[in-house]
T-cell receptor, first 119, second 112 residues
Framework: AQKITQTQPGMFVQEKEAVTLDCTYDTSDQSYGLFWYKQPSSGEMIFLIYQGSYDEQNATEGRYSLNFQKARKSANLVISASQLGDSAMYFC????????????????FGRGTSLIVHP | EPEVTQTPSHQVTQMGQEVILRCVPISNHLYFYWYRQILGQKVEFLVSFYNNEISEKSEIFDDQFSVERPDGSNFTLKIRSTKLEDSAMYFCASIGDRSEAFFGQGTRLTVV
């Protein structure tokens, strides 16, 4: 079973609009972490934002926010005021609880969503 | 801001040759990972390294692969006898205190 599911292979958004990239996850651990990464065409992986399973507030980093809905096991990334430079692949990842919960700290990745921002 | 550095950025090699991919992780981090990404596909975990030894590895990480930290700073991934299907982007990651992975810029390996 997929631990991370990103159902949108591609998304289009107009510059200055907000966009939501979907991510659902599957874990039985109580403690876990969720991450989003951006991969521009140059190939590097850029860490964007982190949400811990015990964090009560949704994480925010500048124009990025994570809409964390624990009961639904979703961790959608919201990008506000899209810019042309936001065009990239976006990966959702999860780190499960670790040895004490019988899991692994190793982040596993979804298949990614390609975001295209057009003027 | 500290960053992970990988060299080379691009390596072309003939099938059957050995390659060594190098990484300098963030200095105060303790866990290091190698991932690979075949063009257009998902990011796949290869191996994790802690305290100078492998802590976990995936099915992809077979006997052709090895990792070392020879001098306490560099972290290397060696592929002993490359195959065409080893062509991919290889990422080194250095793990922060929330287990977020800080990636290097990647090495694009092309096996011909």
């Amino acid at each position: 079973a997929q631990k991370i599911t990103q159902t949108q292979p591609g998304m289009f958004v107009q510059e200055k609009e907000a966009v939501t990239l979907d991510c659902t996850y599957d874990t039985s651990d109580q403690s876990y972490g969720l991450f989003w990464y951006k991969q521009p065409s140059s190939g590097e992986m850029i860490f964007l934002i982190y949400q811990g399973s015990y964090d009560e507030q949704n994480a925010t980093e500048g124009r990025y926010s994570l809409n964390f809905q624990k009961a639904r096991k979703s961790a959608n990334l919201v990008i506000s005021a899209s810019q042309l430079g936001d065009s990239a692949m976006y990966f959702c990842a999860m780190r499960e609880g670790g040895e004490m919960e019988g899991g692994s700290y190793i982040p596993t990745f979804g298949r990614g969503t390609s975001l295209i921002v057009h003027p | 801001e500290p960053e992970v550095t990988q060299t080379p950025s691009h390596q072309v090699t003939q099938m059957g040759q050995e390659v060594i991919l190098r990484c300098v992780p963030i200095s105060n981090h303790l866990y290091f990972y190698w991932y690979r990404q075949i063009l257009g596909q998902k990011v796949e975990f290869l191996v994790s390294f802690y305290n100078n030894e492998i802590s976990e590895k995936s099915e992809i990480f077979d006997d052709q692969f090895s990792v070392e930290r020879p001098d306490g700073s560099n972290f290397t991934l060696k592929i002993r006898s490359t195959k065409l299907e080893d062509s991919a982007m290889y990422f080194c990651a250095s793990i922060g205190d929330r287990s977020e992975a800080f990636f290097g810029q990647g090495t694009r390996l092309t096996v011909v």
